[in-house]
Every structure is written in structure tokens, then in C-alpha cells.
């Protein structure tokens, strides 16, 4: 099957680092993407990695494992902006590409 | 990165009846994909639409129910047929890059009463 998982909620305070973890399910994957969503917004597409190893993009970096079925999200320097919904993807491959998502984790960051 | 609109942008709408939900882009791409976020969750695959074929629905989901339109390669609608408080959702459409990035557009944010 395809499932992601991750958990539910994570609080931190400003400046600090957080890890959003998420494990998958393999059949047909092909790459893990990240996205943020703040209340009332749309998804906002913030990394992917197709091949294992650290993607950094400022204050963001993901990892990939694909040997152990997992990837994180690590955002630095957290800012109150940051407070919203973290959601891993995965994209799986199957005639068409299509992108799966896990539940969500909330992240709340205070002062 | 594609810029994509939705319209409308919300909508409140009587049990029964039906709207249909318009997703444009500002370039051509080949697949379109619709999602449904129902209220506090995660997001949901409807269905993948291709220019020129048919869309392909996700398990639980339905072409009577949600009937999709690909006319051209910048354009699709997503129609939610019979509507009851249950379809109450945000739909959203997305596209995929050329680097294999989707991108979603803002959003419909359907009532129904």
C-alpha cells in the first residue's frame, strides 16, 4: 500500500531547531516532498528529494533514506511565522505520478 | 514555478445542488491533479486529469460524483455533483513540474448547508 506517517504535533520555541519526521510505505515510491500550510492558505511546496542524502534550502533541510523508509524536515532558527501544518508527500509512481500525503504535523513556536 | 488560479475562491452553496470549480494555469502542463482537505485534515487525491483522456479517479471517489474536465493544457474544471454537508471541503488543484514539484493553487472553500 501507500501511507506516510508522522506525528501530530510538535511545539518549540522561537530560535530553536525542530525535526518533523515521517516514515513511508514503498510500494511504487519514487520521491518525498514537504510542504507547508498555514490556516486558511494553500499548501506551499517546500523541498523534495528523489535521492537520499540533505537537501537544504535556507533555514529548511530535508533528508531521505530510502534504505530505511523514512525522511525529516528540520527547520532552524524557528520564527513565530513558522507556526503551521508540515505535511510529508510522497510522490509514487504508477503510470502517472501521483502525490500522497501523511496526516499532518502542526507546529506551534513560541516566544 | 506554475502560477495557478482558482475561482471561486468560496462558495455557500444548498444541499443538492451542484457547483463546479475552475483551475487555470499559466503554462501548459500535462497533468492536473484535484484534492479535497476536509476541515482539520490532511489532503485527499480525487482524481489526475490528462488532457485528452478520460481522469482517473482514486478509490472512494466517483465520475458521477465528481465529474472533470482537461479541454486544453492550461485548464480544468472539477464539478462536486449532489451536494450534501459531507462534501463541505477546501478543493484544490495542482500541477506537476517539469522537475517532478507539484505547485496547488489556493484553493475552493466549499459550505454546504
Known amino acids: 500500500g501507500q501511507s506516510l506517517e508522522q506525528p501530530s504535533e510538535v511545539t518549540a520555541v522561537e530560535g530553536a531547531i525542530v525535526q518533523i519526521n515521517c516514515t513511508y510505505q514503498t510500494s511504487g515510491f519514487y520521491g518525498l516532498s514537504w510542504y507547508q500550510q498555514h490556516d486558511g492558505g494553500a499548501p506551499t511546496f517546500l523541498s523534495y528529494n528523489a535521492l537520499d542524502g540533505l537537501e537544504e534550502t535556507g533555514r529548511f533541510s530535508s533528508f531521505l533514506s530510502r534504505s530505511d523508509s523514512y525522511g525529516y524536515l528540520l527547520l532552524q532558527e524557528l520564527q513565530m511565522k513558522d507556526s503551521a501544518s508540515y505535511f510529508c508527500a510522497a510522490l509514487f509512481s504508477g503510470g502517472y505520478n501521483k502525490l500522497i500525503f501523511g496526516a499532518g504535523t502542526r507546529l506551534a513556536v513560541h516566544p | 514555478s506554475a502560477v495557478i488560479s482558482q475561482k471561486p475562491s468560496r462558495d455557500i452553496c444548498q444541499r443538492g445542488t451542484s457547483l463546479t470549480i475552475q483551475c487555470q494555469v499559466d503554462s501548459q502542463v500535462t497533468m492536473m491533479f484535484w484534492y479535497r482537505q476536509q476541515p482539520g485534515q490532511s489532503l485527499t487525491l480525487i482524481a489526475t486529469?490528462?488532457?485528452?483522456?478520460?481522469?482517473?479517479?482514486e478509490s472512494g471517489f466517483v465520475i458521477d460524483k465528481f465529474p472533470i474536465s482537461r479541454p486544453n493544457l492550461t485548464f480544468s474544471t472539477l464539478t462536486v455533483s449532489n451536494m450534501s454537508p459531507e462534501d463541505s471541503s477546501i478543493y484544490l488543484c495542482?500541477?506537476?513540474?517539469?522537475?517532478?514539484?507539484?505547485?496547488f493553487g489556493p484553493g475552493t472553500r466549499l459550505t454546504v448547508l
Open positions: 495542482s500541477v506537476v513540474s517539469s522537475t517532478d514539484t507539484q505547485y
Open positions: 486529469a490528462n488532457q485528452g483522456s478520460e481522469a482517473t479517479y
